[in-house]
């Protein structure tokens, strides 16, 4: 390997650390304020004295947020729901884009723009309410997860990861006598598992950030996932005052600024968690969905 040592390269090279240096500094400090802001006492939060650090270190607000029972709940919700949607998105995404990678399928050209017409309209809110009310599956999970099984583009991007396999490694397996469903499981998907965690995780962050669906198809607060508590903790101080009450019963002093900060803390950490073990594939299976038209 050649290596540039000329100013120019050397003066490119400081530039970019640099760059990347500010880059990960504006990322970080918001992130370490509100934890910061989650670790520090009432008394230095309501003087201003937290910053990119604890201030009277204390992790009173997680005891009483842990106390309260409402978010430990709504986060357990947020896991099941996530996890349960996310590998019903994976599955009925396979199962529609293997058949449409296939160019010898019949009437295949009418489904894709099927598929490509709900990316540009849908019936609405209204309209999904009264299906999946009608459906019976209102204030269950299911009222979440199955009216987004699909996402159209995510099952493209699959599509287009399917039509790059060569062809041959499914004729030798069929000649062999195996099936399509053979075929899919034994040899293409043990193939696709970075474009698999890629598009899962697609789906994982959206099922884990999402709230709106939640907020109309349950009623039962005992089903609410951990995005929709947050929201009625940040927006509504009402909850967030509530809790703080319970942390007084037993004793902790703790505002109502210190639970938003610590129920926004809990949130977030599930992703930064899991997203370093599917970066090794994100690029990759994003990379390779998107190379054929």
Same mark, same amino acid.
């Given at each position: 390997m050649?290596?540039?040592?000329?100013?120019?390269?050397?003066?490119?090279d400081?530039f970019?650390?640099?760059?990347?240096?500010?880059?990960?500094?504006? !990322?970080?400090?918001? #992130?370490?304020?509100?934890?910061?802001?989650?670790?520090s006492?009432?008394?230095?939060?309501?003087?201003?004295?937290?910053?990119?650090?604890?201030?009277?270190?204390?992790?009173?607000?997680y005891? %009483?947020?842990?106390?309260?029972? !409402?978010? &430990?709940? @709504?986060?357990?919700?947020?896991?099941?729901?996530?996890? $349960?949607? %996310?590998?019903?998105?994976?599955i009925? !995404?396979?199962?529609?884009?293997?058949?449409?990678?296939?160019?010898?399928? &019949?009437?295949?050209?009418?489904?894709?723009?099927?598929?490509?017409?709900t990316?540009?309209?849908?019936?609405?809110?209204?309209?999904?309410?009264?299906?999946v009310? +009608?459906?019976?599956?209102?204030? @269950?999970?299911?009222? $979440?997860?199955? /009216?987004?099984?699909?996402s159209?583009?995510?099952?493209?991007?699959?599509?287009?990861?399917?039509?790059?396999h060569? +062809?041959?490694?499914?004729?030798?397996?069929?000649?062999?006598?195996?099936?399509?469903?053979?075929?899919?499981?034994?040899?293409?998907? &043990?193939?696709?598992k970075a @474009?698999?965690? !890629? #598009?899962?995780?697609?789906?994982?962050? *959206?099922?884990?950030? *999402?709230?709106? /669906?939640?907020?109309?198809?349950? +009623?039962?607060?005992?089903?609410? /996932?951990?995005?929709?508590?947050l +929201?009625?903790?940040?927006?509504?101080?009402?909850?967030?005052?509530?809790?703080?009450?319970?942390?007084?019963?037993?004793?902790?002093?703790v505002?109502a600024? @210190?639970?938003?900060?610590?129920?926004?803390?809990?949130?977030?950490?599930?992703?930064?968690?899991?997203? &370093?073990?599917?970066q090794?594939?994100?690029?990759?299976?994003?990379? $390779?969905?998107?190379?054929?038209?």
């Open positions: 050649v290596h540039d040592n000329s100013f120019s390269s050397r003066a490119l400081i970019v650390y640099i760059f990347m240096f500010i880059v990960l500094a504006v !990322t970080l400090m918001p #992130i370490l304020h509100v934890v910061s802001m989650s670790l006492s009432s008394g230095a939060i309501n003087r201003g004295q937290v910053g990119l650090w604890p201030v009277e270190f204390t992790t009173i607000a005891n %009483t947020v842990w106390a309260a029972g !409402t978010v &430990p709940r @709504s986060f357990i919700n947020s896991v099941y729901y996530t996890t $349960l949607g %996310t590998l019903i998105n994976l009925m !995404t396979v199962l529609m884009a293997y058949p449409l990678s296939k160019a010898d399928l &019949p009437f295949r050209s009418f489904f894709m723009k099927m598929v490509i017409i990316m540009f309209f849908g019936g609405g809110m209204i309209p999904n309410f009264l299906l009310t +009608r459906l019976g599956l209102f204030n @269950s999970v299911w009222a $979440l997860v199955l /009216p987004g099984a699909i159209s583009m995510n099952m493209i991007i699959m599509r287009t990861f399917f039509e790059g060569p +062809r041959e490694l499914e004729e030798s397996a069929i000649i062999d006598g195996a099936n399509d469903f053979r075929v899919l499981f034994s040899i293409i998907l &043990p193939l696709s @474009s698999l965690a !890629t #598009i899962g995780m697609f789906y994982a962050v *959206s099922h884990w950030n *999402s709230w709106f /669906p939640a907020s109309i198809y349950l +009623r039962d607060m005992a089903r609410f /996932p951990l995005q929709l508590i +929201r009625e903790i940040v927006i509504n101080n009402q909850m967030a005052m509530e809790m703080a009450e319970v942390g007084l019963f037993i004793d902790h002093r505002s600024e @210190s639970i938003q900060y610590a129920v926004l803390v809990i949130s977030i950490v599930p992703m930064l968690l899991i997203y &370093p073990f599917a090794k594939y994100f690029v990759k299976g994003a990379m $390779l969905g998107s190379i054929k038209g």
